[in-house]
């Protein structure tokens, strides 16, 4: 019988944390102690701000070390590092950094004529790793040691030998270098990724009109890393790293809490779970964002803490839209347990958006998290940087252990069941919220479509919407009935049949779905996503009857653009038009007036009250 | 220049035979070693050996290599005032 020799496990890599926020995460660990770690980026991807980080955190550890400036003087370098408050100058001075000048000399030319080798450096880290005790060195950066750049040969050789007495003297090292694009070769001289026993590449892409930082791990000889690309940016403090794996979530003891809503409550066992993700899915009008109000209120009655970020309206007409419903706000907001933060997500990178909400949570320590909707996000980001940002909220959340409740508006028709996989997988909870008409009115559902690791019902409850919020009670089958927003009423009165309806909204999602609303009723609908569009429109040989138009509108808002329309002569000027929008402030509707809109509904609305309105201009008196 | 170093001993042949050609009154050769003068090698910011620093009055040029092309140290030289001896 033949034995199998044994094999010995290679000894765990012994590591230094970096204390770059989520590097250690992605590295498990931070770099490789006595080895060599590779930065590499375009110029403008926070090499040195990284490196700078490394140095800042390993000298704070009691792990002396050498920075070698190239590229910039030490001055300047030593400045970058204090203004991102990593106290550099501080540790000069406690001996803990020593920095050396190893650019090159402007006092006079430099001329390279035949062979040579690197000792003059090497001799110089030897003697401070004497004197100094370092333990550690980041060089900032090979590009500008090798240039001009050496014949390929003598520049490998003369790496090597860097890279060796590095090794050679125990030394911890960080050296940056240049990339000449985001992907391909790694480096502008190609030799340096060889030698260095991991690779880190940061990224700043320009992805669709934003700029995308990254870092990727792309080699880490003898440790497990976290593999592909992560989101990163650069903040005041420096560069920070969203891990997408959220696998420092706390242990979870299964607690529930209540929803908000007795009658979901009933639908799921008893309520939510403790540090779960919950996406609230439907059409516009659905009531998604009365739900995502009646579960913040409901928190902070309870004595929580709850952080309600509005993506969708400003602040006063979101809480004025809840009061509208009888969900004050004002006495919880001004207790301290609830905190409502609107904004427009296209005003900053979703990196920055991230940042901020980390800050959020660091600082408010909110137990809810509430997102209203991430829907907005996804318009104001590719789909790639919104996967990326999905991925990094679900774990900031999980790292902090928040119970979150995000909602997501689907288009009228489509199966709000399907989605991209990874919001489905991210999410512990899905509710699905949904109307159909019947007759002349809406018939509300809300229904379970996940409920990770708790029984629920799987069949739809009644939704209702009125004062108080949102009521969910179990509803009676009823044979033959048809679910879903697609569903065609039998016997509904068309009420604009034959009504040419311009519909002039920027966001396809919320235009499809009031499209599929007005068809429901019999309406024509010629769609505009923005004023030229509307405009041409309007002038062709088929003019709308009715105008439906949102006054926020890339380029030209719909203001400017109602005043174009009323300044045409004949019947065209005079075609009615009513402002569909979510500003609804005093000042808003007396500006929309003005300009020569003849109705204003505020968003959202039910698909029937605008109809309703539609009906009334087209069969009032033209101007 | 290094130690134990085939580029730094051949710069230091190339140079001392060129300077045969110079009155050696004029000119003064300082030969350092970084592996025992660091200190001087870092304030002279020498990243590469052998490295000759020519220092004619306030002017200063930087050489790096083995100098089997010395036309390089006879132009800066030149520049300086300096030719070789008749």
Redesign the interface.
Known sequence: MTTLPTTTRPPAVAKIPTGVPGFDSISYGGIPKGRSTLVVGRAGTGKTIFALQIASNMAKLGVKTVLVAVEETPEDLVMTGDTLGLGLSEAIQNGSLRVTDASRPMDGPMVVTGDYDISGLTHRIEAIVKQTGAQAIVLDSATALFSPRPPQELLRSLFFQLIHHFKKLDLTSVVLAEAAQDYGQLTTLGVEDYVCDVVVILRNIIDGERRRRSIEINKYRRSAHYKGEYPCTITANGLTIFPLDAKDRPDSDQERYPSGLPGLDGMIEGGLFRDSIVIVRGPTGSGKTTLAGVYARSGAERGERVAYYGFEEPKPILLRNFAALGLPTNELIASGNLVVQCRYPEAMGLEDLLVSLRMGLEEFKPSLVVLDSISSIEHSSSEKGFRQFMVGLASLLREHGRSALLTQTVMGGENPGHTAPYLSTLADTILILDYSIEKYDLSRTMRVLKMRGSAHVTHPYRLAIGQGGLQVEPQAFKPGAVEGSQARPVDRARKLENVRVLLVEDFSDAREAIKLALQRDGAQVVEAANAAEAFAVVQSPTPPDVIVCDIGLPDEDGISLVKRIRALPGSLGRIPTAALTAWGLDEDRARAADAGFDAYVIKPTDPSNLAGVIDRLRQGPKR | M?PR????L??QRNLETLLTEYDGARVTLVVRD??TD??Q??T????????LIVRIGD???????????VS?ITN?LAMGGLEKKE
């Open positions: 290094a170093s085939a580029a730094s051949r710069a970084v592996a660091a200190l090698a870092e002279d910011r020498v990243v590469f050996t052998p490295t002017a200063v040029a930087r050489i790096v290599g083995d100098l089997v092309d390089a800066v």
